[in-house]
């Protein structure tokens, strides 16, 4: 059995986006039952050098729009990156969610081939559709979903890989 574009992208996009849900609520109920603001873990790293856990969501969130946008050949909503608590954390990644479950699979579906361009710094890096989505678009989100995951178990909270994969 085949499996088309719309079917390894928006769905896979949606189960993602749902399981960072389910482990920042659970990130929210851990600051709450440890007395501690929810500001922390907002603003909270693993290195010096990386992301916080706001910008990790602002990431998982834009490669799972722009990805469906990119194969589906229309624009993105645009957001600004200025969710500082975690109330707005919440209501991008819903807001993001809200726009995959919008998208049309006659969109997608059998656009395989459709050039994708990226600018990379002063440079551009040229896909089909297909081979973005799988080597560039899924492992990118899934890196910064990660991330946000591994933020939150590094500052205390019990989450574990049942929390990530979901049922």
Same mark, same amino acid.
Request: net charge positive.
């Given at each position: 059995?085949?499996?088309s574009l719309y079917d390894a992208s928006v769905p896979v996009f949606i189960r993602g986006l749902d399981q960072l849900t389910h482990i920042l609520g659970k990130g929210l109920a851990h600051a709450q039952a440890?007395? =501690?603001?929810? $500001?922390? !873990?907002v603003q909270a790293r693993l290195a010096p050098d990386m992301l916080t856990l706001a910008g990790q969501v602002q990431?998982?969130?834009?490669?799972s729009? =722009?990805?469906? $946008?990119? !194969?589906?050949g229309?624009?993105?909503p645009s957001f600004p990156d200025t969710e500082s608590t975690y109330d707005e954390l919440l209501a991008r990644v819903a807001r993001t969610r809200e726009f995959l479950a919008g998208v049309d699979r006659a969109a997608i579906d059998g656009q395989e081939?459709?050039?994708?361009r990226l600018k990379v710094g002063d440079g551009e890096i040229v896909f089909d559709a297909q081979r973005y989505l799988l080597q560039f678009a899924i492992p990118n989100f899934f890196f910064h979903v990660t991330t946000a995951y591994d933020v939150l178990r590094h500052m205390g909270v019990p989450v574990g890989k049942r929390d990530y994969l979901g049922r």
């Open positions: 059995m085949a499996i440890q007395g =501690l603001d929810p $500001a922390t !873990l990431r998982a969130s834009d490669a729009k =722009l990805a469906a $946008a990119r !194969l589906g229309m624009t993105a081939a459709r050039e994708v």
